[in-house]
């Protein structure tokens, strides 16, 4: 073992950095980035946080209403009110750690309405809420002495012990292996495992994975959200988002002829939650034989637009698109994942010590379909409630040494064969896609049962390309095979 620490956390983004900070100084917490820090999909988050800070025009019974319309009711009740009520203390927690919210003139923190939301309750820093709360957060971070942040730093394992875990870590070249008492993660989603995401290039379920192996429960994996407004770049794999904030602020979804459609499918419009959204592309797709749709907000004031949507602004012109003039081109692809690792209210999976948080994670929060800008309000208070079960047992766990250390992994191996990641995008993105194609499942289960078989039972080098390969293998594994006992019991 290279390290000791009472606390290690996988993932930087808003998950990760806000469970960090809530130790005891005396509490030494080391915190893993794959890449970048600031790489994660808290970062790309546009929207904004929702929560109910205004009690004199909403309050937490609407906000859980809306939660549990947009989830089907398939929600966990008990998980739904923590998110509620606690989230918005997190909120102001944050901005006191620095994260600044947009204001108007009085200085009143401004909230938006986003689909599938009663009330204006979504507060935000323009277009880029994810990347403002994990830039500031970092900072607290990078203050703190008992927080260790080691970037570019590729987990390849994390094995249990008698009293802790062992994490096996590929550093600048270095095979290297941290102990702790307790281990957290937080690793977000599985946007990789589609041939177009709006995730980052890091989403590629390492946390769900490395659950899976040791034995944790896994649950609701095919619950997996498709945005209907990625920005359609054709080719891109990875595809910015145009947010819901601006069908929230008035913009208006056309099809190939410029018409209207959404009314057609929902009373709520384009305000209507973003699988309804997305399906209801998908069926005018097949009614009018086209590909091509758009969203309009060319009746805003220009200045409006640039000011509320800077980022989106300059993305789309890099497209040779101006939203202030111009329809923007968009079509549904993979955005969130609303199952995950299973764990109870203060994120404790099924193995004692290993704690999940964020989009890796099932709370039950989002049940079928996750509320929009719910997702960064469960990163707040579910990481807050891991770090504090984690406080309240870590005294009884350091009486005890961690135990006895597995032999460490040799990275060298077989080099491994090109291709294995896009044939699994292909499967996922022709098989379950936002309708899925049932009658290819079988096939898909059979094909990614013996990727994984290979790449689990081969002695490959350890890579990232190996690491992200075995990861995406075993979540589009679980999906599928999760998808195909429903559909089994659909037709019972």
Request: net charge negative.
């Amino acid at each position: 073992m290279d390290k000791q620490y009472d606390v290690i956390i996988i993932g930087t983004g808003v998950a990760g950095l806000y469970c960090a900070l809530q130790y005891p100084e005396d509490v030494s917490v080391l915190l893993l980035s794959k890449k970048d820090p600031t790489l994660s999909n808290s970062s790309f988050a546009q929207g904004g946080v929702a929560a109910v800070l205004d009690k004199n025009n909403d309050n937490y019974k609407l906000h859980i209403a809306d939660t549990l319309i947009a989830g089907k009711y398939k929600n966990n009740l008990s998980a739904v009110e923590k998110l509620v009520t606690e989230g918005p203390q997190d909120v102001l927690s944050v901005k006191d750690m620095g994260v600044e919210f947009d204001r108007d003139k009085f200085g009143r923190l401004l909230a938006t309405l986003e689909g599938g939301h009663s009330r204006n309750r979504i507060v935000h820093h323009k277009d880029s809420t994810g990347k403002e709360m994990v830039d500031k957060l970092l900072k607290v971070v990078e203050e703190k002495s008992n927080i260790t942040l080691l970037d570019n730093a590729l987990v390849y394992s994390v094995e249990k012990a008698e009293n802790g875990f062992y994490v096996g870590v590929l550093k600048d070249g270095n095979n290297l292996v941290f102990g702790s008492y307790f281990c957290v993660l937080a690793t977000g989603g599985i946007g990789r495992v589609y041939q177009y995401t709006t995730n980052s290039a890091i989403a590629t379920g390492d946390g769900i994975a490395f659950a899976w192996m040791m034995g944790a429960e896994i649950k609701h994996l095919s619950r997996v959200q498709f945005h209907p407004t990625a920005f359609d770049s054709k080719n891109d794999r990875e595809r910015f988002l145009i947010s819901e904030a601006v069908r929230g602020e008035g913009a208006v979804l056309l099809n190939c002829n410029g018409e209207r459609f959404m009314f057609d499918y929902d009373e709520r419009g384009e305000l209507a939650p973003r699988d309804v959204v997305s399906n209801a592309i998908m069926r005018e797709q097949k009614k009018t034989g086209s590909a091509s749709f758009y969203l309009d907000i060319t009746d805003k004031p220009a200045e409006f637009l640039q000011k509320r949507f800077p980022m989106i602004y300059a993305k789309c012109l890099e497209k040779g698109i101006d939203i202030t003039k111009d329809r923007i081109p968009i079509y549904p692809c993979q955005h969130y994942l609303m199952g995950g690792i299973d764990v109870d209210l203060d994120a404790r999976t099924s193995i004692s010590g290993l704690y999940a948080c964020g989009e890796c994670s099932h709370t039950g929060v989002h049940g079928a379909n996750r509320l929009a800008s719910n997702s960064l309000l469960e990163a707040l208070v579910f990481s807050r409630r891991a770090a504090a079960d984690i406080t309240k047992g870590l005294p009884e766990k350091k009486k005890q040494p961690i135990g006895n250390q597995p032999p460490k992994r040799e990275i060298e191996g077989e080099t491994l064969p090109t291709g294995i990641r896009t044939k699994i995008r292909e499967i996922m993105q022709n098989t379950y896609f936002v309708i899925p194609q049932l009658e290819h499942i079988d096939e898909a289960c059979t094909a990614v049962d013996e990727i994984v078989d290979d790449l689990i039972n081969t002695r490959y080098e350890i890579t990232s390309d190996y690491v992200e390969a075995r990861s995406l293998a075993i979540v589009a594994d679980i999906i599928l095979k999760e998808v195909r006992e429903g559909n089994r019991n659909a037709v019972k």
